[in-house]
């Protein structure tokens, strides 16, 4: 049989064949489909107008309330409510706000997603899942409706590039900075609609949430997918996951499950463990053919600053410059994992927020949120001068909790800095990792975190 990437295997293996080849078109069959608060009404909308009776597999079709929840408005009170009753009606998997958390977080906490699923979200950062060797990629709602019906989609086979990640990531470099270097160096459509799987010694001894936040942003750099191979970590985290769920608000004691016979297709069980055996196609084949290949050395790369108004506008932060800033922002779906916040706190502690500026730092999930809660996380991040937020997507897409006025300038660990994407069109958006924003959030201006480890305490 001929070579193939991972991504290729894991595609035809969900259509029943042996071999796909990028550019063809193919019906897979999908183990899990994601929406949230926003994309939801639209997706019930069309799934209605198709007439079927009721989704494929309700274990399988997930629904977040994380966007404009808890509720900012009247408007996204209903929406929440039709999604909430639409769950309800179908049995769907569903986290109601108290137990949910950002979507791309709470997924793969809760061991919802496993190596080798094809995976679909109405969210482009759906993508966030290949760090644990999945397909995952983000859809349009009118998709995703013919997903919850049938179990398929229909799409074009990507092509796949690699990037290949050699050396010893320098102090206060990690995914977030791997990543935007990456985007910095290729484009905003460096990858457009293709696969970018990460390998190299550097991803090796990545941690997880620095992955996870590596594939988070494959789609700012145009990509279908981002993916991973499996490994150790991976096979630790997703036992912790599983040994660890949180029973979701709404399953139906007897789900109506309606599903066309699929034997010939790899479809994983929702209620299935992992086993290491069990992801034997988990890497590309030594001879598979790429569309491109980059190499990097990230001993020579410095944290990055993604300036307004694309993720690719980077500069190492040594030549940043004077940036001032009104509001800083820590968490979000890249960079809301305990890591990231207990990077933050290992800056803010016994330190002061610069009295210029707001810092706002939210918590991946309610899992997170406890952990930095036991870890005391919180209290150093409240007598710093910070406000703790609930779960929520709401700054990022400049919904709720945290919305730029105009002029105002925003340093966030989030994934996307577009003209008016928190708030005024005049306003500004920089990207960076966590330790980047907590020591700016403490200088008032973009800093390096080196900047203030010689500050005095106050």
Request: hydrophobic share 40%.
């Amino acid at each position: 049989m001929a070579s193939q990437t991972l991504s290729e295997k894991l595609l035809a293996a969900h259509c029943g064949r042996e071999k796909v080849s990028s550019g063809e078109f193919i019906d897979a069959g999908v183990d899990l489909v994601l929406a949230n608060d926003i994309t939801a009404p639209l997706a019930i909308e069309e799934f209605q107008r198709l007439g079927v009776s009721g989704v494929f597999d309700p274990r399988k079709v997930v629904m977040v309330p994380d966007h404009f929840c808890p509720n900012k408005d009247i408007q996204s009170a209903e929406q929440a409510k039709l999604m909430r009753e639409f769950a309800k009606e179908q049995g769907l998997v569903y986290f109601e706000v108290g137990r949910m958390g950002i979507e791309h977080v709470l997924l793969p906490e809760q061991g919802l997603v496993l190596p080798g699923q094809v995976i679909v979200g109405a969210d482009s950062h759906t993508c966030t899942y290949g760090a644990l060797g999945a397909f995952a990629t983000g859809m349009g709602s009118t998709d995703i409706a013919v997903a919850m019906a049938t179990g398929e989609i229909w799409m074009k086979v990507p092509p796949t590039i690699k990037f290949i990640y050699h050396g010893k990531l320098p102090k206060w470099v990690g995914g977030k900075d791997l990543i935007l270097y990456t985007i910095g160096d290729i484009g905003v459509d460096g990858a457009l609609y293709s696969v970018m799987e990460f390998t190299g010694e550097a991803i090796d001894e990545l941690d997880m949430d620095g992955r996870f936040t590596m594939a988070n942003m494959a789609i700012e750099a145009g990509a279908k997918a981002g993916i991973f191979y499996v490994d150790g970590k991976t096979e630790e985290y997703l036992h912790y996951a599983i040994a660890n769920r949180v029973s979701p608000v709404i399953a139906s004691p007897s789900p109506r499950v309606i599903l066309r016979e699929r034997s010939d297709r790899r479809i994983s069980s929702p209620d299935s463990s992992f086993h290491s055996e069990q992801a034997p196609q988990s890497r590309s084949d030594e001879d598979a053919q790429y569309a491109g290949i980059y190499e990097y050395d990230v001993s020579k790369i410095e944290p990055q600053v993604a300036f307004p108004h694309l993720p690719s506008n980077t500069k190492p932060i040594s030549q940043v410059g004077e940036i001032t800033l009104d509001q800083v922002v820590i968490g979000g779906c890249t960079n809301g994992r305990i890591s990231d916040l207990r990077a933050a706190a290992g800056i803010l502690r016994g330190r002061r927020i610069h009295p210029d500026l707001r810092c706002i730092i939210l918590p991946g999930s309610q899992q997170v949120y406890l952990e930095v809660l036991r870890e005391g996380l919180i209290e150093a991040f409240i007598q710093a001068g910070a406000v703790v937020s609930t779960p929520t997507c709401g700054p990022c897409l400049g919904g709720h909790m945290g919305v730029l006025a105009t002029g105002e300038r925003c340093l966030s660990t989030t994934n996307r800095n577009f003209v008016g994407r928190m708030g005024s069109p005049k306003s500004e958006v920089y990207l960076s990792n966590p330790a980047v924003a907590a020591a700016s959030a403490v200088l008032g201006k973009i800093g390096n975190p080196e900047e203030i480890l010689n500050l005095k305490s106050s």
